[in-house]
């Protein structure tokens, strides 16, 4: 049976539990399920909202792609790949992964692929809008997300 592959580029918000709770819903044959949320933070405070654009399409068909990826590396029952756009405030939940496995190690390991490639090549482009009322930077992928995604290169 091959994973099953849900993936979502969406405005609204998500519920990681409710994400998680339909993905395994009759399944028993499950052992794991990874769930990471990453959240808008307010960057001590300077931070009033983060504007998230994308492409349509391209972007659910991106992530699309490197879940079956996921899928073809490690033995996976389900992923869900939700990614927000829009304007998000801090607090508010911008991505979701859910991996399902039958062991936790490739739970855990499929996760980190995928969040490691939603940070650092997602077609996905980051404006901060600041506290002070004014337009703040795009935001750019950091060192330390590349080198984490390095490691799935090799």
């Given amino acids: 049976m091959s994973a099953r592959i849900i993936v979502r580029v969406q405005q609204e918000s998500f519920d990681a539990a409710a994400e998680a709770t339909a993905l395994t819903h009759g399944r028993s044959d499950i052992g794991a399920v990874v769930t990471f949320t990453g959240l808008c ?3 001590a405070g300077a931070l ?13 068909e991106e992530i699309t792609r490197v879940a079956r990826e996921a899928a073809s590396r490690w033995p996976l029952e389900g992923i869900v790949a939700i990614h927000r756009y829009g304007l998000i405030r801090p607090g508010e939940p911008i991505v979701l992964v859910v991996t399902a496995s039958t062991h936790r190690t490739e739970a855990f390991a499929a996760a980190s692929f995928l969040m490691d490639y939603l940070k650092t090549e997602a077609p996905f482009w980051k ?4 506290a002070d009322q004014t337009s703040g930077d795009w935001v750019e992928a950091k060192a330390q ?6 490691k799935w290169r090799a």
Avoid at 48 to 60: F, N, S
Avoid at 127 to 130: A, F
């Fill in 48 to 60: 009033a909202a983060l504007e998230i654009e994308h492409y349509p399409g391209m972007a659910e």
């Fill in 41 to 43: 933070r307010d960057e």
């Fill in 145 to 150: 997300d590349f080198a984490a995604a390095d």
């Fill in 127 to 130: 404006k901060q809008h600041l």
